[in-house]
């Protein structure tokens, strides 16, 4: 069966980065991309971004631009994301979730990782 | 960018009623409109995508409707675990942007 399992949470500073993993299984890896969306406490879902495990080719949010990539590993069927000088703001459960080769749909979801940002 | 709007923010019904969801996008996104339903501490769970097709294991209660800008999602008779928010996402010039969601309680 698909699965996704995420990295553990994580506490940052202001100004620091975090990178979350997450590692499928159950399925081709590389047939099929990985997207990220994150959710603030009592907030609605926020697209991040997707990459494909196909060919690394990847789609940001354009309000993330520049502070966040997403990377694969394919030999150990392994996303990253990594956010860098993060805020409170970035405070969020951040979520992989497996999409398509056009980063459509997303059909199955990891567990989510919550990233507390705080000095 | 492309705002989709859902309406409405929240929607109170009883089991066994039919619910109504609807999202409305800025601009028309042709039939790329998914629909998830999110219950509390859970990951969201993909119920519809492109507009009208039921993803994997979706009872067919589930149904959704609509192209261009209007869709629609319906529940035909509202089941206990139903109880959730709902959001729709769009995907449209390579940005896949999500509706604010629909809380529906029980009323």
């Known amino acids: 069966q698909v699965q996704l399992v995420q990295s553990g949470a994580e506490v940052k500073k202001p100004g620091a980065s975090v990178k979350v993993s997450c590692k499928a299984s159950?399925?081709?890896?590389?047939?099929?991309?990985i997207s990220w969306v994150r959710q603030a406490p009592g907030q609605g879902l926020e697209w991040m971004g997707w990459?494909?495990?196909?060919?690394?080719?990847?789609n940001y949010a354009q309000k993330l631009q520049g502070r966040v990539t997403m990377t694969t590993d394919t030999s150990t069927s392994t996303a990253y994301m990594e956010l860098r000088s993060l805020r409170s703001d970035d405070t969020a459960v951040y979520y992989c979730?497996?999409?398509?080769?056009?980063?459509?749909?997303?059909?199955?979801w990891g567990q989510g990782t919550l990233v507390t940002v705080s000095s | 960018e492309i705002v989709l709007t859902q309406s409405p923010a929240t929607l109170s019904l009883s089991p066994g009623e039919r619910a109504t969801l609807s999202c409305r996008a800025s601009?028309?996104?042709?039939?790329?409109l998914a629909w998830y339903q999110q219950k509390p501490g859970q990951a969201p769970r993909l119920l519809i995508y492109?507009?009208?097709n039921r993803a994997t294991g979706i009872p067919a209660r589930f149904s959704g409707s609509g192209s261009g800008t209007d869709f629609t999602l319906t529940i035909s008779s509202l089941e206990p675990e139903d109880f959730a928010v709902y959001y729709c996402?769009?995907?449209?010039?390579?940005?896949?942007?999500f509706g604010q969601g629909t809380k529906l309680e029980i009323k």
């Open positions: 601009q028309s996104v042709s039939s790329y």
């Open positions: 990459i494909s495990a196909y060919n690394g080719n990847t």
């Open positions: 159950g399925y081709t890896f590389t047939s099929y991309g």
């Open positions: 979730a497996r999409v398509g080769v056009s980063g459509w749909p997303k059909d199955y």
């Open positions: 492109d507009a009208s």
């Open positions: 996402q769009q995907r449209s010039n390579w940005m896949y942007t």
